[in-house]
């Protein structure tokens, strides 16, 4: 009999992913390292967002599977895995007229039975959840009266309270501005750090995945060519191959993580006089 026991964490094998007759992802195989923020970088329509549907349970495979602490998450009841994997959808909407206390309540609903009610402990993580994301003063105001970034805070407030061990985010900073965006990201870090949870992102801006994310896992055409730790994946040479993208790469003055700096067609050219000496 085998002594290994099964493999730990959110793995996706041979993983096929399409849309009715488009094929989005091709043959994944990917392992999300266990504690750690993972950031899922690529160029639009490469197939991060479908990724991550499929890892959530959102999108059914074509082929391959994938597995939570050796589970086929296929195989496992609704409710249990949502009381171990949560996800926030690209721009979730809540009802008209819901509070922010409401939405955070709503993450404890995997964590209901017909045997099992609100409880204290049900208070005290939904208290915990409007702290760690900073909402507590806009607790009774309704959602789609906040701002862009008090109302993604809110979201992730209620994927809080669900108390999830693993946390999937989709594209987390959309719409928001700097000063948010680096809110968002900065509580993201406060969760992993403080709580221990699994976090998979898609973000779109390559310089705070390498700034946020322990990890990288870049994608093209649907298949993943590179993953690793920032300083490994994010180089002058892959970011040409994978974004298409003439760029210097640097060492970022605040964080030390690689800092891309992209050429474009009006900066770094070589002067005319240059061309034609």
């Keep these: ?20 007759d488009r094929t989005v992802v091709r043959g994944i195989d990917l392992a999300v390292p266990p504690g750690r923020i993972t950031a899922v970088v690529g160029p639009n329509a490469c197939g991060k967002s479908t990724l991550l549907r499929a890892l959530a349970r959102l999108l059914a495979p074509r082929e391959g599977g994938v597995t939570l602490d050796g589970a086929e998450i296929r195989s496992l009841p609704t409710r249990e895995l949502a009381r171990r994997l949560g996800i926030l959808p690209q721009s979730p909407v809540a009802p008209e007229g819901l509070t922010v206390r409401d939405l955070v309540t709503r993450g404890r609903a995997p964590h209901q ?27 009774e105001r309704p959602v789609d ?13 209620m994927a809080v309270a669900q108390g999830t061990p693993v946390l999937l985010l989709d594209e987390p900073t959309t719409y928001l501005d700097l000063a948010h965006q680096i ?3 900065d509580l993201v870090v406060d969760l992993n750090r403080e709580e221990g949870r699994t976090v998979v992102m898609v973000l779109h801006d390559l310089n705070q995945a390498c700034r946020y994310a322990d990890h990288l896992v870049a994608l093209k055409d649907g298949a993943v060519v590179a993953e690793g730790a920032p300083s490994e994946v994010v180089t002058a040479a892959s970011v040409a191959e994978i974004f298409g993208l003439s760029c210097e790469v640097t060492a970022d003055p605040v964080s030390a993580t690689p800092l891309v700096i992209p050429r474009g067609r009006h900066h770094g050219a070589v ?7």
């Design 1 to 20: 009999m085998s002594t290994h026991s099964p493999a730990r964490g959110l793995r996706a094998h041979g993983l096929h992913l399409a849309y009715e």
């Design 113 to 139: 039975t017909w045997w099992r009610q609100w409880s204290a402990a049900d208070e005290e993580a939904v208290g915990a959840a409007l702290a760690a994301t900073g909402t507590e003063h806009l607790a």
């Design 145 to 157: 009266e906040l701002s862009g970034g008090q109302r993604q805070r809110a979201w992730i407030a």
């Design 183 to 185: 809110d968002v990201l």
């Design 271 to 277: 002067p005319v006089e240059d061309a034609t000496a």
